[in-house]
């Protein structure tokens, strides 16, 4: 028997939200728990949780991640040929990081632009992929400022091995590159600097202060008893530090002289006082040439040179030239002159 419902009578939605509501009064929910029951997140693992099979280290690095291009490099280099210390273990004493290691850490720090060896100990301890490309390895920051000071002729040589891995790979354009440099200063302060003009000028200002000086107590020697006996040797004093600071700088002067650019700085004998970009300002440092392939912003060369800005770039094209660039001369001078293709961001 069909039971007929006027719908104007019965209204069964209606029904069903306020027993959905009676319900929620009921189990007394808070407010905002209904309301978070409503939203939806991105949930992560519970760090308590436990796992049948762990996961794998090496799942945490992606195929495609440099640092698998660092670690296949590093471990085909040659490194006792190449002069790295400590390839060769000792029979006695605590065991050393094999320099392999060691070297991993100082280009990934390179490639990712960590430089200070303190930062690099605390990557090797919560970076993964240093974890990874170490083997979980942590030296502290002295072993790594260590190697990099005992081995930078090393160092050096894993640059030309990259270089020519590069063009093996043909990565390289031919003879097209950019060479660009840039200053950085050195731990000289500039007083303890000096060039012919600042040597004239220091002696000079001497002179006058001793000159002042004198003045000073010949117009003593006229009042006589009226001028403090205190302030008379006060000046005699002053002239008498002046007349030995002259004689150590014409000492300086000496050996300056002796040099061939007329230049000599005393804490960093091969830093040189270069001009900047603002005006009457200079820093005592050294100029950072590098050649950058055009093609695929590989670096081709580079130098650490205390010439000016705008000195030509002999040493970088010489060594772009030296098994680098096909067809070039092996002199710096004329490399400079037949690298047509090169292209000068200074000028």
């Known amino acids: 028997m069909m039971v007929y419902r006027n719908p104007r009578i019965c209204s069964w939605p209606r029904l069903c939200e306020k027993a959905v509501f009676a319900v929620i009064r009921a189990i007394r929910i808070p407010l905002r728990f209904a309301g978070h029951l409503m939203k939806r997140f991105v949930e992560g693992l519970d760090r308590g949780q436990s796992t049948l099979l762990p996961a794998s280290l090496d799942d945490y690095v992606t195929e495609d991640n440099p640092v698998r291009a660092v670690d296949v490099f590093v471990d085909g280099l040659d490194l006792d040929k190449l002069g790295f210390a400590g390839v060769q273990p000792l029979d006695t004493s605590r065991p050393s990081y094999h320099p392999g290691v060691m070297l991993k850490i100082y280009i990934y720090g390179y490639l990712n632009r960590v430089l200070s060896s303190r930062r690099l100990e605390r990557e090797c301890q919560r970076n993964v992929e240093m974890i990874w490309l170490t083997g979980q390895l942590a030296p502290d920051f002295k072993t790594i400022a260590d190697f990099r000071k005992d081995n930078g002729k090393a160092i050096r040589e894993v640059c ?54 004198l003045s000073q107590l010949e117009t003593a020697d006229r009042h006589g008893d009226a001028v403090p006996e205190a302030k008379v040797a006060r000046l005699k004093g002053k002239i008498e530090k002046l007349k030995e600071e002259t004689a150590r700088l014409n000492a300086i002067n000496a050996e300056m002289m002796k040099s061939e ?22 820093i005592v440092g050294y100029n950072v040439q590098i050649a950058v392939d055009t093609q695929h912003h590989l670096i081709v060369a580079h130098e650490v040179t205390n010439g000016p800005r705008n000195a030509p770039a002999r040493p970088t094209c010489a060594k772009f030239s030296h098994g680098l660039g096909p067809g070039l001369p092996k002199s710096g001078a004329a490399a400079s002159r037949q690298l047509s293709k090169v292209h000068r961001p200074w000028r």
Do not use: H, W
């Not at 390289?172 to 950085?184: E, L, N, Y």
């Not at 230049?263 to 200079?282: E, N, V």
């Open 160 to 213: 030309r091995e990259f270089v020519a891995l590069c063009r093996k790979l043909d990565l390289f354009s031919a003879a097209s590159v950019a060479i660009d440099g840039s200053k950085f200063k050195a731990v000289n302060a500039r007083d303890k600097n000096f060039t012919e003009a600042k040597m004239k000028r220091r002696l000079e200002r001497i002179d006058e202060s001793i000159a002042r000086y």
């Open 261 to 282: 650019d007329k230049q000599i700085s005393l804490t960093d004998p091969d830093a040189r006082s270069m001009a900047t970009s603002g005006k009457d300002t200079g």
